[in-house]
């Protein structure tokens, strides 16, 4: 007598289907047997592989076949990130999440835009992101099998009004060191017009005095700030 391994789900001509020969299991299955017992081997294992196994014995006899009924059900799960966000801001609220029942006191591994966060070990986790961060998770002892990469997607909105600022603020005097910086709120961050968002005088002069503004822009909009004045003093 000999024995077959057959899935209920993958049927042809009315027959199931030796896993053998199905292309979906290629490389991935063995069978084996001992006494009474057979046992039936999956490596790499994915969420297609759920389904319904059972054993299927083939005799020499005429019509001596038979199936073990009701089979075994697998069903597998996936680690996944749920989110949980601000509307207005770049917080997240992150949770690692099974359907499986896992031990309790599990212990997790959380990955940053692939790089493992240290010191980490809940399942929740929280941090303010940079626009299209990713982040996934997975249980300690698995660590080679994380959860697929969730991005986190800042809302997107044009530069708001600019503010242009003056360093050192106190009064400007010549042939000091004097730094404009031009600051918006935006998403994706702006392009600023010119020489950026920074302006530098390392040897300021009296000339240099005048009236300054910026623009930020991103694809959603541009905004001009209102007019600085700077007015340099002489020594």
């Known amino acids: 007598m000999k024995n077959h391994v057959r899935q209920t789900v993958n049927i042809q001509d009315g027959e199931p289907v030796d896993l053998q020969t199905d ?51 697998l069903s597998l799960t996936d680690l996944h990130v749920k989110v ?73 909105h044009a530069p708001k009004l600019p503010s242009v600022s003056v360093s050192p603020s106190a009064e400007i005097v010549e042939n000091s060191t004097v730094t404009l910086t031009c600051s918006s709120d935006a998403n994706p961050a702006a392009n600023y017009t010119c020489k950026g968002p920074e302006l530098v005088f390392s040897s300021v002069q009296s000339s240099d005095s005048g009236e300054f503004y910026c623009a930020a822009e991103n694809d959603l909009g541009r905004r001009t700030s209102e007019h600085f004045i700077s007015d340099v003093k002489c020594e």
């Not at 299955?29 to 006494?35: E, G, I, L, Q, R």
């Not at 046992?39 to 006899?61: C, E, M, P, Q, W």
């Not at 941090?127 to 997107?156: G, M, R, T, W």
């Open 84 to 156: 949980g966000t601000s509307r207005y801001s770049s917080w997240a609220d992150l949770t690692c999440v099974s359907s499986c029942t896992l031990p309790p006191h599990s212990s997790y591994i959380w990955f940053k835009n692939g790089e493992k966060i240290p010191r980490k070990t809940s399942s929740t986790y929280s941090d303010y992101f940079e626009y299209a961060d990713s982040y996934s998770c997975a249980l300690q002892e698995h660590q080679d099998f994380p959860s697929p990469p969730v991005a986190l997607i800042l809302n997107k």
């Open 23 to 73: 292309s979906q299991y290629t490389g991935r299955v063995t069978y084996s047997s001992k006494s009474k017992d057979c046992t039936l081997t999956i490596t790499n294992v994915g969420n297609s592989d759920s389904a319904v196994y059972k054993f299927r014995f083939i005799t020499t006899h005429q019509d001596g076949s038979y199936t073990g009924d009701p089979g075994v059900t």
